[in-house]
């Protein structure tokens, strides 16, 4: 099992920005895909960023140009750089951990995202 704990949420203006960090402990093995999901009220959560140890990435249509993930595996951080903030970003973001690149069973509790318009 793998631990996450996100930081980094918050309030921001529309066009702003907010860095997410996640920190992961536990039974990592050397290969793993860890990523950002999102979540609002009434709705499924959904695959934000990816990241594979090597550094391969993928992303939701609605975030690229606009999101960076990028990840510090000596210490099993990943991160999500968030630009151009803009109101439907709102939501609760959740960091993922898979040996794989299916969507894994460890996650963190979430830290809530809200942007004002």
């Known amino acids: 099992q793998v631990q996450l704990v996100e930081s980094g949420g918050g309030l921001a203006q529309a066009g702003g920005s907010l860095r997410l960090s996640c920190a992961a402990s536990g039974s990592i093995i050397g290969f793993n895909v860890m990523g950002w999901y999102r979540q609002v009220p009434g709705k499924q959560r959904e695959i934000v960023a990816r990241i594979g140890t090597g550094g391969d990435t993928m992303y939701v249509d609605s975030v690229k140009g606009r999101f960076t993930i990028s990840r510090d595996n000596d210490k099993k951080m990943v991160y999500l750089q968030m630009n151009s903030l803009k109101f439907e970003d709102t939501a609760v973001y959740y960091c993922?951990?898979?040996?794989?690149?299916?969507?894994?069973?460890?996650w963190g509790q979430g830290t809530q995202v809200t942007v004002s318009s």
């Open positions: 993922n951990y898979s040996p794989n690149w299916a969507t894994g069973r460890d």
